[in-house]
C-alpha cells in the first residue's frame, strides 16, 4: 500500500526518533482502516482526505501522547464522515473502548436536528467538554484536529476562513493555554489573527523583523554574558532566546494601547536549570548583572498558573537601555511550559498513572457539573468564556492556602469555590482583615474570609447577576433548584408574563395556561409549573422560548379586527351572547352586553366609581374616575366620555377576576418574596406578574394579581401590611 505521499511513512519515523514503545502494528491498522474508509473523499484543497488524520495524528505524536491517542486521530473523522461503513461500535471491537470513546468524543452531534446553527455549534462544544472531563486526550487531538486545519484553511472560502478563525481564536487557542499547550496555542493564535487582520498582522511581523533585526547581535552577547556568569558560579544551564510571538505583540498594542516600542518583554532569554534552589539562585545572579524594572518580578513557582506553568519571571534592563525578560525553570518546568498537561500524561496498561493529573483536572469536571443544571447553550459558552479564558487572580485562605479564580471574580465567587456550604451560609467577607461588601472584586494576593452564619436563608436571587464564575452560579442555581421550587414558579411565571404582554391583544388566564403548557411540553418539561420552575432558577432564559410563545400565542390568541371609528353610542356594537372575562359586568348608558376593555392604565375593580371612553375600533374603555388619561382628556375627546356603571351580578359571575396591580415598599431581605407568596396563597390569589428592585436599605417590589372587586383588592393590602418587614402597600405600579 503506497502511503508515502499521504504522510504515514513520516508519522512512522516520528515515532520510532521518539524513544517511546508505542503499538506500531495497531497504529497501522488504523492508518489502514482510515485510508479505507476515506477512499474516494477529498478535502478542499485536492489533496486525498486521508492526509488530514494523519497529519493530526504526528501532531498528537509530538505532543507525546500515547498509541490509542494517535489511533484515535487517525479514525477521528470516521465515524462522522463514513458513518454508513463504520460504527462505534465496530471501533471498539476493532481498536478497544478507549479508542471508541475517544472517537466518540471527537465526533459531532450530525444526527440530531437543531433549530439554528449557533445551538448545533454550542451543543457540539458541550459534548467535546463532557468527553474532554471523561478523557483529557479528546482535548489534545481536537487541538491537534484545529492546528492543522488552521495550516491549511487558504483552501476555504473567504468567508469560512474568518468564521472558523473567529471560533479558534475566542474557543481553542485560550484552551490550549488554560491546558498548558504553548507550541499549540502560539501558532493557531498567530494564524488566526492572519486571516482576521492580516493588514495588523503583517504590520506587526514586520515589526517584529525590523527590531528583532537590529538587536540579533546585543541579545547574543546577553546571553553568553549571562552563561558565562552562571556556569562560574557552579550551574549547569541551558540558555535558549525568544521573540515574542505576533499575536502577543499585536494583542498587547491593541488591547491595551501600547506602541510597539513599549512591549518590554519583546525579548525573552530562557535559563534552564537542574533544581527549583538553581533557579532562585540564577534570579539573585539576573539582579546583580543587571537593572531590575520595579513591579515586572512574577514567582510562577511558588505560585504556580492554573495550567500547571512554573517559573521565575523578571524585567531588566540590558545594554543600550534595551529591556528584555528573563525565565528561570528547571527542565521539568520546562517540560510543562512546552507541552502543559500532555507533559504529565503517562499510562501504564492503558490507565492512568499520574494520580494527581485528576485534581489538576478537577476545573474541566466542575465546568460540566456546574452547568448540567442548565438548557441553556449561551449560558454553557458563557461559563466557558469566563472560567477558562480569563486571566487568573491569586487570592489566600486565611491559612494561607491559594486559590485560583477568574479574573474580576468578588467574595461570593470565593465562598463558593471553598465549598457550596460556605456560599450559601455566607453572611460577610473580610479582605486583608477588614469588612467589605461581599460583591467586592478580589485582586491578587489578598488574603480573603468569609464569615458564616447557620441562620442564614441561603444566597440572595440577585447573586446570580453577580458572581463572575460558572462554579458559583451553579451552586446558586442549585440551591435554588432544591429549596424554593415555589418562589422559582413566581418568578418564572412573572418573567413569562411580563414577555407576553409584548404580544398584541390581549389574553386571559386560561388562555395563559393553555400556552405555557403547550411550550412546556415542546421543550421536554411535564408541566407548566417546571418551566416556570427552570426559568425560575436560572436554569433557562426566556429568550430561548420567545419564539415558540409566539407560535402558540398566536395559535390561541386571534387578532382583533380593525373596525370603523367609533363617534356615538349608538354604533357600540352589542354581543349577541354574553361575553366572558372583561367584557362583562359594565353597564354603558343603560345598554348591557356592549363591548368593554378595561384600561391597563389604571385597573379598575368593581367598587371603584368609573368612566367610559369611545375607542377607536376596540369598543368601550373603562377608565377609573380619577385616572390620569381620564383628568388630562383634552377638550376636543371630551365628546367621546360615556357614562358607564357596574352592573349588580348573582351566581357563578361573582367569581369574574380583575387584574390589580400594588406596589409594596419593604425591607431588603432574602426570604421578602416567598413571605409575600404565601400571604397571597393563603388568601387564594393568583400572582399575574411581579418584580422587584433594590431601592438601597429598601426593595420596591411591583405584583399583579387576581382580585373579585375592590373590598377584596383592600383586604389583600391588608393582609401584605401585616408581614413583617413590609413599610407600605399602595395600589398601582410607580411610573
Request: with cysteine; aromatic share 8%; hydrophobic share 35%.
Amino acid at each position: 500500500m503506497n502511503n508515502t505521499s499521504d504522510g504515514f511513512e513520516s508519522l512512522l519515523q516520528t515515532l520510532a526518533a521518539s524513544g517511546k514503545n508505542y503499538n506500531i502494528e495497531k497504529i497501522t491498522k488504523a492508518y489502514e482502516t482510515a485510508k479505507a474508509l476515506h477512499e474516494g473523499q477529498f478535502r478542499k484543497s485536492g489533496e486525498a482526505y486521508i492526509c488530514h488524520p494523519v497529519a493530526v495524528s504526528k501532531i498528537v505524536a509530538n505532543l507525546g501522547l500515547d498509541s490509542d491517542s494517535i489511533c484515535a486521530a487517525l479514525l477521528h473523522d470516521t465515524v462522522e464522515d463514513c458513518s454508513d461503513k463504520v460504527d462505534l461500535v465496530k471501533l471498539k471491537k476493532e481498536f478497544g473502548e478507549q479508542v471508541a470513546q475517544m472517537v466518540d468524543g471527537l465526533t459531532k452531534l450530525v444526527q440530531i436536528p437543531f433549530n439554528d446553527k449557533e445551538d448545533e455549534h454550542m451543543e457540539n462544544l458541550r459534548k467535546m467538554f463532557l468527553a474532554m472531563s471523561k478523557d483529557i486526550r479528546v482535548i489534545f487531538i481536537k487541538l491537534a484536529d484545529r492546528l492543522h486545519n488552521m495550516r491549511t484553511l487558504n483552501a476555504q472560502p473567504e468567508a469560512k476562513r474568518r468564521m472558523i478563525a473567529l471560533e479558534t481564536m475566542h474557543v481553542y487557542a485560550p484552551l490550549a493555554h488554560r491546558l498548558g499547550v504553548q507550541r499549540v496555542k502560539q501558532e493557531i493564535e498567530n494564524l488566526a489573527l492572519s486571516y482576521l487582520d492580516p493588514i495588523g498582522y503583517r504590520e506587526v511581523q514586520n515589526d517584529i523583523n525590523r527590531k528583532f533585526g537590529m538587536n540579533k547581535t546585543l541579545v547574543d552577547h546577553t546571553k553568553a554574558a549571562i552563561e558565562k556568569k552562571v556556569r562560574e558560579s557552579g550551574i549547569e544551564c541551558t540558555l535558549e532566546g525568544r521573540v515574542k510571538s505576533v499575536y502577543s505583540v499585536y494583542r498587547k498594542m491593541f488591547r491595551q494601547n501600547k506602541s510597539f516600542d513599549e512591549i518590554y518583554d519583546f525579548y525573552a532569554i530562557r535559563v534552564i536549570v537542574n533544581t527549583e534552589l538553581e533557579c532562585y539562585t540564577v534570579l539573585g545572579i539576573i539582579h546583580d548583572m543587571f537593572n531590575s524594572m520595579p513591579g515586572r518580578f512574577k514567582d510562577y513557582i511558588s505560585i504556580p498558573k492554573p495550567n500547571m506553568y512554573r517559573s521565575l519571571h523578571t524585567t531588566v534592563i540590558g545594554q543600550d537601555a534595551v529591556p528584555f525578560e528573563v525565565q528561570i525553570r528547571t527542565w521539568d518546568m520546562h517540560h510543562v511550559a512546552e507541552f502543559g498537561i500532555a507533559a504529565h500524561w503517562k499510562y501504564k496498561s492503558g490507565e492512568k498513572s499520574d494520580v494527581s493529573l485528576d485534581k489538576k483536572l478537577e476545573w474541566i469536571a466542575k465546568l460540566v457539573e456546574n452547568e448540567s443544571s442548565t438548557a441553556d447553550p449561551d449560558e454553557f459558552i458563557n461559563a466557558i468564556k469566563i472560567d477558562i479564558f480569563q486571566d487568573e487572580t491569586f487570592v489566600f485562605t486565611p491559612n494561607g492556602d491559594v486559590v485560583t479564580l477568574p479574573q474580576n471574580a468578588n467574595c461570593i465567587d470565593f465562598a463558593y469555590h471553598i465549598h457550596s456550604q460556605v456560599g450559601n451560609r455566607m453572611v460577610g467577607a473580610k479582605v486583608n482583615g477588614k469588612i467589605v461588601p461581599i460583591d467586592r472584586t478580589l485582586e491578587n494576593g489578598e488574603i480573603v474570609e468569609i464569615l458564616t452564619s447557620s441562620s442564614s436563608k441561603g444566597p440572595s436571587r440577585n447573586w446570580l447577576k453577580i458572581v463572575q464564575t460558572s462554579e458559583a452560579r451553579g451552586k446558586i442555581r442549585q440551591f435554588f433548584k432544591k429549596e424554593r421550587r415555589s418562589e422559582n414558579i413566581v418568578e418564572g411565571r412573572s418573567e413569562i408574563l411580563a414577555e407576553m404582554r409584548k404580544f398584541p391583544g390581549t389574553f386571559n388566564e386560561d388562555q395563559f395556561n393553555a400556552i405555557t403548557s403547550t411550550v412546556a411540553s415542546r421543550v421536554g418539561m411535564e408541566s407548566a409549573d417546571d418551566l416556570f420552575n427552570m426559568i425560575g432558577y436560572g436554569g433557562l432564559s426566556v429568550n430561548k422560548i420567545i419564539n415558540r410563545l409566539r407560535d402558540e400565542y398566536d395559535k390561541v390568541i386571534t387578532p382583533a379586527t380593525e373596525a370603523a371609528p367609533i363617534t356615538s353610542v349608538s354604533q357600540i356594537p352589542v354581543a349577541e351572547k354574553k361575553p366572558s372575562g372583561e367584557y362583562g359586568n359594565v353597564i354603558v348608558d343603560g345598554l348591557e352586553g356592549c363591548q368593554v376593555k378595561f384600561a391597563r392604565c389604571c385597573n379598575p375593580l368593581p367598587g371603584d366609581n368609573i368612566v367610559g371612553f369611545i375607542t377607536k375600533g376596540y369598543g368601550i374603555s373603562v377608565h377609573k374616575c380619577d385616572c390620569p388619561h381620564i383628568i388630562h382628556c383634552t377638550e376636543q375627546n371630551k365628546d367621546r366620555l360615556v357614562n358607564v356603571e357596574w352592573r349588580k351580578v348573582s351566581g357563578t359571575q361573582k367569581d369574574q377576576q380583575y387584574e390589580a396591580l400594588m406596589q409594596i415598599v419593604a425591607e431588603d431581605r432574602i426570604s421578602m418574596l416567598a413571605d409575600i407568596s404565601v400571604a397571597l396563597a393563603e388568601m387564594r390569589v393568583s400572582i399575574l406578574q411581579i418584580n422587584s428592585q433594590k431601592l438601597g436599605i429598601q426593595s420596591l417590589i411591583n405584583i399583579s394579581v387576581s382580585c373579585k372587586n375592590l373590598d377584596h383588592f383592600n383586604s389583600i393590602i391588608s393582609k401584605l401590611k401585616s408581614i413583617k418587614g413590609v413599610h407600605d402597600v399602595t395600589r398601582g405600579y410607580a411610573k
